[in-house]
């Protein structure tokens, strides 16, 4: 079986480049406008496709599958999203914490299993 280099020829080495482990968490200053909540993603694409899958002539259960992966093709603009999480609700806040809209508390995100990607990419770095 073949082997997939996740990080790169750009990694190895790492010590020897300009490369750095130092992680910076990125601050991110709310605007004092709200957008409209219609403003923070564009779901064209994936109501294009879930159309399509309608109108297909497959199963329900094929129809019920495509149309749940074709939801994935949503693009989502997390600048807005984060000034809307700024003045919404805090039932809001917190659901869009649960959903990894914006990840507010590092802790939180370990918990809610966010960082799990990250932790199992490192020990595969550091093992090779």
């Known amino acids: 079986m073949k082997q997939i280099d996740l990080f790169g020829d750009e990694f190895k080495n790492v010590g020897e480049t300009k490369y750095t482990n130092k992680i910076q968490t990125p601050i991110y200053e709310p605007k004092n406008k709200c957008p409209h909540i219609l403003e923070l993603f564009d779901d064209s694409k994936s109501k294009r496709?879930?159309?399509?899958?309608?109108?297909?002539?497959?199963?329900?259960?094929?129809?019920?599958?495509?149309?749940?992966?074709?939801?994935?093709?949503?693009?989502?603009?997390?600048?807005?999203?984060?000034?809307?999480?700024?003045?919404?609700?805090?039932?809001?806040?917190?659901?869009?914490?649960?959903?990894?809209?914006?990840?507010?508390?590092?802790?939180?995100?370990?918990?809610?299993?966010?960082?799990?990607?990250?932790?199992?990419?490192?020990q595969h770095y550091l093992s090779e």
């Open 49 to 122: 496709l879930i159309q399509e899958i309608e109108n297909s002539n497959l199963t329900d259960l094929e129809k019920k599958f495509l149309i749940e992966s074709a939801k994935r093709h949503t693009i989502f603009n997390y600048s807005k999203i984060a000034d809307y999480y700024a003045h919404a609700s805090p039932e809001m806040q917190n659901l869009m914490e649960r959903s990894a809209l914006v990840i507010i508390d590092f802790e939180k995100a370990i918990q809610l299993g966010y960082v799990k990607l990250n932790e199992d990419l490192t």
